[in-house]
């Protein structure tokens, strides 16, 4: 079964850094199109970030570019999150999604608060 | 960057009846669209792919359809298990926006 598995989230002040991981199971990892997508509670889905299969095509929200860098490692089937400079508006559940034309899996999230 | 902008933003239906949610989309996207269904505390549920194509395992009382930049998801035959919050997401460009939503309740 395809399983998609956050990790890294957590309280961190404003300004700070938080890296999020996304380990993946249960397909072939590096034939996949990755993504980042953030949810407020009890707001709606926000796109984040994607990056292609070999990690040369990535893009990002507007508001994220800058701060936020998407990776990947293929050996490893794990996606990462790199945040930095985070602001109060940044507190989100973080969740990574698999595929290009409709985000068929999810993970569950992992929850990113950012207050002093 | 395009945007996706859905009405209603709650639409109040009951058992059985049929639902229609709309996206507009700022400029034309083809027919790269899909449909996602959220229930509280759950990720999102992908329903619908390229405008009207089923993901696997989704009843067939879902349906989508359009082009260009108007479309619709439809719900036929209301089902206590379809009360629940839907977006849409376009993928025609390399970001990959989501309408802000639309909370179907009784």
């Known amino acids: 079964d395809v399983q998609l598995v956050e990790s890294g989230g957590g309280l961190v002040k404003p300004g700070g850094s938080l890296r999020l991981s996304c380990a993946a199971s249960?397909?072939?990892?590096?034939?996949?199109?990755m993504n980042w997508v953030r949810q407020v509670p009890g707001k709606g889905l926000q796109w984040v970030s994607s990056?292609?299969?070999?990690?040369?095509?990535?893009y990002y929200a507007d508001s994220m570019k800058g701060r936020f860098t998407i990776s990947r490692d293929n050996a490893q089937s794990s996606l990462f999150l790199e945040m930095n400079n985070l602001r109060v508006d940044d507190t989100a559940v973080y969740y990574c999604a698999r595929g290009s034309s409709g985000f068929a899996y999810w993970g569950q999230g992992t929850l990113v608060t950012v207050s002093s | 960057d395009i945007q996706m902008t859905q009405s209603p933003s709650t639409v109040s239906a009951s058992v059985g009846d049929r639902v229609t949610v709309t996206c507009r989309a700022s400029q034309n996207i083809s027919r790269w669209v899909a449909w996602y269904q959220q229930k509280p505390g759950k990720v999102p549920k992908l329903l619908i792919y390229?405008?009207?194509s089923l993901e696997n395992g989704v009843p067939s009382r879902f349906s989508g359809s359009g082009s260009g930049t108007e479309f619709t998801l439809t719900i036929n035959s209301l089902q206590p298990d379809d009360f629940a919050t839907y977006y849409c997401q376009q993928y025609n460009s390399n970001s990959k926006t989501f309408g802000q939503g639309t909370k179907v309740d009784i």
């Open positions: 390229k405008a009207s």
């Open positions: 990056i292609s299969t070999g990690g040369s095509y990535i």
């Open positions: 249960g397909f072939t990892f590096s034939g996949y199109t």
